[in-house]
């Protein structure tokens, strides 16, 4: 009985992200443990932890690469649980993924404008973009939101590792998004890109809602209103990046005690 209420009560919550006990089990391992989420709509959220902590595990779950062994999860008040990673995408979902997914040996116009076009329903179309077309604008306004206007026609081949990251965040802002999770952002960042990076996501449009998992406490505290804090694949901690950086008890576990 506590069951069917507790999903009739998920399912006429407005959240964009909401995770009901999740647990992901590899064999005897349990990757993630009874994890319960809510994001709000437009709300951006660091989730942080060590190696092994579960943050991409939770990620895969999210997306649908992984299908988690109990739980729910929802996506604007519909289940998603069991949908593959596609029909998540339709419904809104983009993802950043720490190993490049870039087309190296095509421009940065071409990479955004071919993943304009592969949310858009002409996808399949082998007609040429004319000038006016509007994915073509819309390519050109994400690159300029990821301050890559002035390599536009660059080949992917020849931009820096910083500008390549910066260009994965255009790829999944792609197609009017409705949230999206960023995977380590700033790994491999120099710190004047890290500044970069942090100037970016928080110009983004106030609608869009974003979780980000991330290494550098730095960056990701910079960018978003909330925190949830993993370890060994449960939730530690949640709360304000000024809650979670003051901790004892965080800092004992993740900053050694001496991040001011």
Known sequence: MDSIAQRLSAAGTNNALELRGVTKMFGALAALTDITLSVKPGERR??????????????????????PSSGTIRLFGEDVT??????????????????SALFPGLTVRDNVYLACRGVSRGRFSFIRPRFNDPLVQAAENLIEAVHLTGVIDRLVAELS????????????????????LFDEPAAGLSPTERAELVEILTSLPTHFGFIIIEHDMDVALRVVESVTMMHNGRIFKEGTPQEIESD?????????GGHG
């Open 46 to 67: 660091a989730v942080l932890g060590s190696n092994g902590a579960g943050k991409t595990t939770l990620f895969n779950c999210i997306t649908g690469d992984f299908l």
């Open 248 to 256: 004892p008890e965080v800092q004992e576990l993740y900053l050694g």
């Open 82 to 99: 069991e949908f593959p990673p596609q029909e998540r995408i339709r419904r809104g979902l983009r993802r950043t993924y720490q190993i």
């Open 161 to 180: 590792y910083g500008q390549q990251r910066q260009l994965e965040i255009a790829l999944a802002l792609a197609g009017a998004p409705r949230f999206i």
